[in-house]
């Protein structure tokens, strides 16, 4: 009997394993395939991969504007596809020889709760039981589709199927513009494919900051992407290429890639076996701990109901249940911090409220911004379209900020601190940011937001 018996190697799942070392407690992590979940094996990674060679292409076609001459380059493909799965294999092979470290013992697997404490694992040639003194359920997520879109992993494919596509798509149509359907917008169009994005939503990144998201719409469409906003498509037409209607018009393209959200993978977990409340398929949790309404029995990750579908969420998850677990102690994770990103050119990253989100729960904001455009550091890279944007409560600490720009994924984390802090501008402004660097333009916005602004 293990101390605790874990459902699903992903971010969730592999860090409670890894973290129980902590407190010297027993850890089974039971999968059917390698540790590493969507995120490593068919999601953040692979697709960060893509969007950096794309990255690479785009640099080295506009690097005669640095007066270095290159020549128009050709992507290899197939070196490219190698590239993603190397990085792919080295850290599923890192995070393996990792777990086997630290004592976890990997149960090859499919596993199904079987009642309180206890786990009934399927490996194909057989079937065997695991107990644990408290169960935690990271079974994580699929990709949804909508009516009409059936996956065939050909015409009309998930996320998961696009990381591997054999070859470039020469037209691709994305249905749902939010994080995941703007990062292939943005890799796509920077290695030459034509793309159509379709969301039914009034902006893409639904959620997210307005101004924001008109930002990358903007400079994504100076590329070449087609947006269709507020626009529902109807059923395609597939033969050797595929129709979308949408309206009284149509796209004919490739492809078409489904990126309508993940649902959580419940359905046939055991669920029915123990006595967790589930709405639409997630699970409902205690927030503070992580722990089901069955005692001794945790969720965590993308099946949690009402937190966001983020790997460095279920890491957080994952980490609080095994403290509570080990020292009956809550360690709540605090959301109002997490940092969201999506890894398009530019990034948009974003913590906290956004001022329509502050406004709807009856706060009264400030809102500062500044734009990126003057930035020396910006400028000298060639790439300074964007700005940050600090909401604070009036008279009061900041509570949201958005970064649009180069490296925003990397800038938002000073705000994360000043949001999770509670700090007033004044004190996140008091703070010398570096000259020449991309950072300026937060050390600017927080300038202006504590009433002293410099440019």
């Known amino acids: 009997m293990h101390d605790i018996v874990i459902v699903g190697g992903g971010p969730g ?3 409670a394993a890894l973290y129980a070392e902590n407190f010297g407690l027993s850890v089974a992590l039971i999968d059917q395939e390698r540790p590493g979940g969507t995120c490593l094996l068919r999601g953040c990674i692979p697709a960060k991969q893509w969007l950096y060679i794309a ?37 599923v092979r890192g995070l393996g020889g990792l777990l086997k470290k630290k004592g976890v013992e990997v149960i090859d697997g499919y596993g199904r709760l079987a009642g309180p404490g206890k786990v009934e694992v399927d490996t194909g040639n057989g079937r065997s039981t695991v107990e644990g003194g408290a169960v935690i359920l990271a079974s994580g997520s699929y990709a949804r589709t909508i009516p009409g879109y059936d996956f065939d992993g050909d015409k009309i494919v998930s996320s998961d199927h696009a990381l591997d596509w054999p ?23 920077d290695v030459g494919t034509d793309v159509h ?10 959620g997210s900051d307005p101004e924001a998201a008109r930002q990358l719409q903007r400079q994504l469409q100076k590329r070449g992407v087609k947006f269709h906003i507020g626009v529902g498509v ?6 050797e290429t595929v129709v979308v209607p949408f309206g009284e018009d149509s796209v004919e393209v490739d492809v078409v890639l489904v990126s309508v959200g993940r649902g959580p993978n419940t359905d046939d977990v055991g669920l029915d076996t123990v006595s967790a409340k589930v709405d639409g398929g997630f699970v409902e949790v205690d927030p503070a701990t992580m722990q089901t ?16 579908q983020l790997a460095h969420v279920g890491f957080a998850e994952g980490m609080s249940a095994v403290t509570h677990i ?48 003057g930035v020396g550091r910006a400028i000298i890279i060639g790439d300074n379209q964007g700005f940050t944007k600090v909401v604070a409560e009036k008279d009061g600490p900041i509570i949201g900020a958005a970064v649009v720009g180069p490296q925003a994924g990397e800038m938002i984390h000073e705000l994360m601190y000043a949001v999770g802090w509670e700090a007033l501008p004044s004190e996140a402004a008091a703070f010398i940011h570096a000259h020449p660097s991309l950072s300026e333009v937060v050390g600017e916005a927080l300038m202006s937001a504590a009433g002293r602004s410099l440019h």
């Not at 109807?234 to 033969?239: A, E, H, L, Q, Y």
């Not at 309404?293 to 966001?308: E, N, R, S």
């Not at 948009?348 to 009856?362: M, N, P």
Request: aromatic content about 6%; charged content about 20%.
């Open 326 to 373: 080990a020292t009956g102690e809550a360690r709540p994770v605090d959301y109002r911090a997490i940092p969201r990103i999506t890894y398009t050119h530019p990034e948009v990253a974003e913590v906290g409220l956004t001022e329509d989100q502050a406004i709807q729960q009856g706060l009264e904001v400030e809102t500062t911004k500044h734009a990126l455009n």
């Open 293 to 308: 309404a069955q005692q001794g029995l945790y969720a965590v990750g993308d099946i949690v109901a009402g937190t966001p």
């Open 234 to 239: 109807d059923t395609p037409k597939v033969g």
């Open 55 to 91: 990255e690479v292409f785009s640099t080295v076609a506009h690097a005669a504007e640095f007066g270095v001459l290159a020549g128009q380059p050709t992507l290899d493909w197939e070196a490219a596809l190698a590239r993603k799965n190397q990085t792919v294999e080295g850290l």
């Open 197 to 206: 994005v379709f969301e039914v939503m009034d902006q893409i990144i639904p």
């Open 13 to 15: 799942g592999y860090a």
């Open 167 to 189: 070859t470039r798509p020469d037209r691709v149509a994305i249905i749902g513009g939010g994080v995941i359907g703007c990062e292939f917008a943005s890799f796509l169009i």
